[in-house]
Every structure is written in C-alpha cells, then in structure tokens.
C-alpha cells in the first residue's frame, strides 16, 4: 500500500530533478556561461547559488561601488545616528532575500568543508554573543 506521503515525496523528487535540469540549461547560456564558470570556482558555490546570483543581480555594472552592492544584497549594518553618537547593529532588514540566503548559506558551507577555513592555524574562531568572527 503506498501512503499520499510517498506520492507527495515521489512529486517533488520529480520536480526537483525537473528544474535542476531547466537551471543547468539556463546556465548554458551564453549570457552566463563565463560568468557561471568563474561562481563554480569559489569554495561553497554550487550550480544553484551560482545561477541565484546571476540572475538576481542581473548586470552587475549597475552598482556604482561595493558598497551598493554590499546595501543590495542586504549584508550591510544598519546605522542610527543621532547628533554625535553613531550606532551600528546587526545586518539590516533590508535586503534581497533570496540573494543574501543563498550568499550565508554558501560561505557556511565553504566555512565547514575548504581546508582553508577549517585549518586552525589560519584562522581563530571568537564568539560574541550569538554571532562568530573569523579572525585572520
């Protein structure tokens, strides 16, 4: 007896295997062929990310400095300043969603798996408070 679980399971195998096939097609293109190569190159990104990445930034020229980038892809603090105090929290609420997941998401993998990060000579963990610091 087969359960509505296992058909559910067996569906979305399916459409699993369905769009990871139609995201290779796309990164066959030529208009992001080079591009979707040189993603592939850096420690925890994979055909998904890199294909996230490109398609959410579209032209990447339309960002004057890092900076913009940086305040796009929502891994900027946000900032409170009053008179002459200037407070810096946590990264803000303001974001590209779906880019900034997939941006963490991958450096966590690169962090737990490239013998570059994991290698404790190189680098020294610090916690503070909930968050970790790399530290060179």
Known sequence: MIRFSSIYH???KYLIKH???EIRKLSEKEIYKENYALLLSVPGIGTLTAM???TELGNIKRFKNLDTLCSYVGLVPMTNSTGENERTGDITVRRNKILRTAIIES???AIRHDPVFISTEKYTSISIQKYTILIN
Do not use: A, T, V
Request: zero cysteines; proline letters at 0%; hydrophobic letters at 60%.
């Open 10 to 12: 067996l569906q979305d």
């Open 19 to 21: 769009l990871s096939k």
């Open 52 to 54: 996230i990445i490109l």
């Open 107 to 109: 450096s966590w993998i």
